[in-house]
């Protein structure tokens, strides 16, 4: 017989980087595996080494990474990873993202501004992903800005089951807090069955960053426990004058629902003195004890993380874990 005969067998690698061990760490426990192990360090004038102690050739490679502060560094060794693994033959390589990094500029909305969600995509197709995982991208479109598959996760169930177990939901009205998030406030109206939605108007100062200003609030509120659901919750700013814009018109409660805590800056003494009684999250990005207050709960996104990682490495349906939606 000519040639050689190949075992066939595919070998599934996880990789982390340093932004977010625990999650990497949880997410390895789910699946079962262990972390690749890895050298990672920095040089003197910041530059990244990252090195495999373990040869990867012919893995179907998953490296995972959340994109939190210092998000340009945390990024830059993501990518150099993928490198690394692509230049020692890994053959199929994944770039898991559970908060993706850059993902709110992803459009022009003034001239002469970057589009910079693609030029992230970009990047990670040219360092030699070859396909992208994502939790609760700030918009769907960012899916096609990869040239090549990506599977992305929704943190919906995991939220609403929380509060499906701790809330009357024929009392419930869920709210989006601003136009941008009508359609995943209606798949939390269907999730928790066929509840009301409001939608609070709101007005964005173009030359402040971060800076909100709320007008109205349209919908059944009065008497009710709104819970106002988001992608993530950045300075806190949105979620706070969401709160007295419902409680102005009348909610007897406010719970607040988002996928990412990116809590930067003044975000926590926020929401620690603000009228919502809950705040909850899920741990796709790191949240230090510094950053934790009595009001906050957060969940584990891993087993959903461990979940879609196993489906993509046994040729199964991520699709089929959110009843078709992506």
Not at 141 to 168: K, N
Not at 191 to 205: E, F, S, T, W
Not at 281 to 300: G, H, R
């Amino acid at each position: 017989m000519s040639g050689i005969k190949a075992s066939g067998q595919k070998k599934l690698m996880l990789f982390t980087g340093r932004a977010h061990p625990d999650l990497a760490k949880e997410v390895a426990d789910n699946l079962h595996v262990d972390l690749t192990p890895t050298s990672a360090y920095d040089f003197a004038n910041g530059e990244t080494f990252v090195r495999f102690l373990e040869s990867v050739r012919g893995s179907d490679a998953f490296v995972i990474q959340s994109h939190t502060a210092p998000i340009n560094q945390w990024i830059m060794e993501q990518l150099i990873m993928v490198d690394a693994l692509k230049r020692a033959s890994a053959k199929r390589i994944t770039v898991v993202a559970p908060f993706f990094g850059y993902a709110r500029q992803d459009k022009k909305h003034r001239g002469r501004e970057p589009i910079s969600a693609r030029l992230m995509a970009d990047l990670f197709k040219t360092a030699g992903a070859d396909r992208l995982i994502a939790v609760d991208l700030h918009t769907a479109q960012i899916q096609g800005f990869f040239d090549g598959p990506v599977d992305h996760l929704f943190a919906l169930d995991l939220l609403a089951h929380h509060f499906e177990s701790r809330l009357d939901t024929s009392q419930v009205t869920v709210v989006a807090p601003d136009a941008g998030r009508v359609r995943v406030t209606e798949r939390w109206s269907d999730r928790l069955g066929g509840v009301p939605m409001a939608i609070i108007h709101k007005k964005r100062d173009p030359d402040v960053a971060n800076e909100v200003k709320v007008f109205d609030v349209v919908g059944e509120v009065e008497g009710r426990t709104c819970v106002v659901v988001d992608d993530m919750i950045d300075t806190g700013g949105t979620i706070v004058k969401a709160a007295d814009a419902l409680f102005d018109h009348g909610a007897s409660r406010v719970v607040v629902a988002a996928t990412h805590g990116v809590l930067s800056g003044p975000a926590v003494d926020r929401l620690k003195n603000s009228r919502v009684s809950e705040v909850v999250l899920t741990n796709t990005l790191p949240i230090p004890e510094e950053k934790q207050f009595d009001k906050l709960t957060v969940l584990s996104i891993a087993p959903l993380v461990a979940r879609a990682i196993n489906e993509v490495f046994s040729d199964g349906s991520v699709t089929s874990l959110f009843g078709g939606h992506s």
